[in-house]
């Protein structure tokens, strides 16, 4: 059973399109995360949500808007895509109270042309 | 400026051979530091440390953390080519459990 699921993994679509990255966890956390992870495999945190409310909220472009209609859901919403979007996303997961549960999802490999 | 550096950036070492790999960081409301290790697909936990000078051990890997200098050390004992990999350190901060994650380490090991 996948415990951090994203879909889709490979996403390539043209520049100025809206385009939706869904994530679900089925290991009842209470805290979810979206990074996004450069061409240097840096690692930056973009959202968090713990039990549906916006914990944190870093500096991205407002074309990107994350949702989360439950615990278990984050989606992440980019408007207007631009060729630096290009990136790998990370959904991740975690018990807010223990950070070891940290569990990331495999990634969405996203590409604009 | 919140920031985690790592070291070395890449390194290429043969079968058997022991590497350490270095965090450094600089964070406010530092929580613990956790080691990572990404392979094609997402990042898989490795150790968090909390208290300094207390090493945690698995297996061939172990890990200690320094808070008055404010660094952590991976080490890996007789290398195996499936350690080839990215090694991610990320400081856990106590707002909101932001992380703040290094630039990795890519490690090859060479049979």
């Known amino acids: 059973d996948t415990a951090v699921s994203q879909t889709p993994k490979y996403l390539v679509t043209q520049m100025g399109n809206d385009k939706s990255i869904k994530c679900e966890q089925n290991?009842?956390?209470?805290?979810m995360y979206w990074y996004k992870q450069d061409s240097k495999k840096f690692l930056k945190i973009m959202f968090s949500?713990?039990?549906?409310?916006?914990?944190i909220n870093e500096t991205v472009p407002n074309r990107f808007s994350p949702k989360s209609p439950d615990k278990a859901h984050l989606n992440l919403h980019i408007n207007s895509l631009e060729l630096g979007d290009s990136a790998v996303y990370f959904c991740?997961?975690?018990?807010?109270?223990?950070?070891?549960?940290?569990?990331f999802g495999s990634g969405t490999r996203l590409t604009v042309v | 400026e919140d920031k985690v550096v790592q070291s070395p950036l890449s390194l290429v070492v043969h079968e058997g051979d022991t590497v350490t790999l270095n965090c450094s960081y600089e964070?406010?409301?530092?929580?613990?530091l956790l080691w990572y290790k990404q392979e094609k697909k997402a990042p898989t936990f490795l150790f968090m440390l909390t208290s300094s000078g207390i090493e945690k051990k698995s297996g061939r890997l172990s890990s200690i953390l320094d808070k008055k200098e404010l660094f952590s050390i991976l080490n890996i004992t007789a290398t195996q080519t499936g350690d080839s990999a990215v090694y991610l350190c990320a400081a856990l901060l106590n707002t909101g459990n932001q992380f703040y994650f290094g630039t990795g380490t890519s490690l090859t090991v060479i049979p």
């Open positions: 949500y713990n039990n549906k409310e916006l914990i």
């Open positions: 290991l009842g956390h209470d805290t």
């Open positions: 991740a997961s975690s018990q807010f109270t223990a950070p070891g549960t940290y569990t």
């Open positions: 964070v406010t409301n530092f929580r613990s």
